[in-house]
């Protein structure tokens, strides 16, 4: 009901500007090229937007999307190019040719911190006292989460959608998951733990990241 009112006050032009301005709808800027999906938008005569307030309407969001908004919303509003590539060195490796620290945003969100802090700690709340407490127990660090249920009507078994970032207190990684008839996203959440817990093990850290994302010329 909440999500409902707010997209009843909001409305769907007031909506979709939110939508884009986190990324929603458009190119992440990833070097392989990706799909934009669709924003929702009102039939004639019909008034959409309290539906795609909370997920539904026709509105198609790609994984890598979802994974660069809940970044841009762990970041402050910072909305970054997707990139396969974080930085590129000289042959002998004393020179960094490219880094992708070094890339301007494409936008950046401008968010009242009271509100942000208010979302991310409800997000916060949901793995520590929420009804994912059970599967978090186990994650190696504070995460935020928030799970999503697509579904596709009738008689079809729903796709399970699964968002996080961590660590809380200093986010470093965002997680998206998708899950084709998965049904409910809180089935998604151990696999959501499983990857923060390879991301930060240090050993993961040594042999899985640090030693990789690098290219010589």
Known sequence: YFFAEMGYRLGMDKLREYLQAFGLGEHTG???????????????GEDQAPWAAFGQSN?????????????????????????????????????????????????????????????????????????????????????GAKTGTAQLGGNKKNNGVFVAFAPYNDPQIAVA???????????????AVGILNAYFTKDEIATAIIGENQLTD
């Open 30 to 44: 990833i070097e392989t090229g990706d799909a934009v999906g669709s924003l929702p938008e009102n039939p004639k």
């Open 59 to 143: 509105q198609l969001y790609t994984p890598l999307q979802m994974a660069n908004y809940i970044a841009t919303l762990a970041g402050g509003g910072e909305l970054n190019p997707a990139s396969l590539l974080k930085s590129l060195r000289s042959a002998d490796a004393s020179t960094i040719l490219y880094s992708s620290d070094t890339v301007e945003p494409l936008n950046t969100v401008d968010i009242d911190p009271q509100n942000l802090k208010a979302v991310l700690q409800g997000m916060h709340n949901l793995t520590t006292q929420g009804s994912l407490s059970g599967y978090f127990k186990d994650c190696v660090v504070e995460a």
């Open 177 to 191: 998951i998708v899950i084709e008839k998965g049904d409910k996203g809180a089935a998604l959440a151990t696999t």
